[in-house]
């Protein structure tokens, strides 16, 4: 149990463009969702907090405007990257948390490459 | 803030030989700690964590970490490595404030394994 997919897991688009990736819990339910981001032979950087029907918390010097972040249902998360330039070039991960627990809950999905030309 | 620093960022070890994993944490107050393995081009699994209790806590594949508060430390361990171990471990610690669901990440320690 506890499976997190991402869609897709790599994405190569170019410069100016949008690139929206998804986030999926499958067999729960979470109410809050995280995004990171990490870049090569680095950590992971938490970028945002999306809890589902309200707005994401975004951590500091993470653009709202850049990277929109959409928690429409108990299930699902988007990221979107707009108007995607190169060093936008990263590999997202996300990560889903169960309701009611504690920071031990959260489950990881397997990321997602993106590469901007 | 929290912050978590391992030391080594790459740790070459041969095959069936011992492994220790260093992480410590700065933190006032009580911390729940986690080790996470990330195999290339995957997101993160979880390798074992400490939220109370023992300070020995066991994980999967063989591994296990010892929470020792007066040191501020989160060491990881392996009696015997394999070849399938090789991937990026991350350090990870969440303060056990109320309503603080964010981890912190180490910047990761690369395990090498050798033939």
């Known amino acids: 149990g506890a499976v997190v997919s991402q869609h897709p897991s790599r994405v190569i688009c170019k410069s100016g463009t949008s690139v929206k990736i998804e986030c999926r819990s499958l067999d729960f339910q979470a109410t809050t969702m995280f995004w990171y981001r990490q870049f090569p032979k680095k950590s992971l950087m938490l970028m945002a907090t999306s809890n589902e029907g309200s707005k994401a918390t975004y951590e500091q010097g993470v653009e709202k405007d850049k990277f929109l972040i959409n928690h429409a249902s108990l299930t699902l998360s988007t990221l979107t990257v707009t108007s995607a330039h190169p060093e936008d070039s990263s590999f997202y991960i996300c990560s889903a948390r169960i309701p009611g627990g504690a920071a031990d809950t959260q489950y990881f999905g397997p990321g997602t490459r993106l590469t901007v030309l | 803030a929290q912050s978590v620093t391992q030391l080594d960022s790459q740790v070459p070890v041969f095959e069936e030989a011992p492994v220790e994993l260093r992480c410590n944490y700065s933190s006032s107050v009580s911390v729940y700690l986690f080790w996470y393995v990330q195999y290339p081009n995957q997101g993160l699994q979880l390798l074992l964590k400490?939220?109370?209790?023992?300070?020995l806590v066991k994980g999967i594949n063989g591994f296990e970490a010892e929470f020792n508060k007066s040191q501020t430390s989160f060491h990881l361990r392996k009696p015997s490595v394999h070849i399938s171990d090789t991937a990026e471990y991350f350090c990870a610690v969440n303060d056990k404030l109320f309503g603080n669901e964010k981890l912190t990440f180490g910047t990761g320690t690369r395990l090498t394994i050798i033939p």
């Open positions: 400490y939220l109370s209790g023992s300070t």
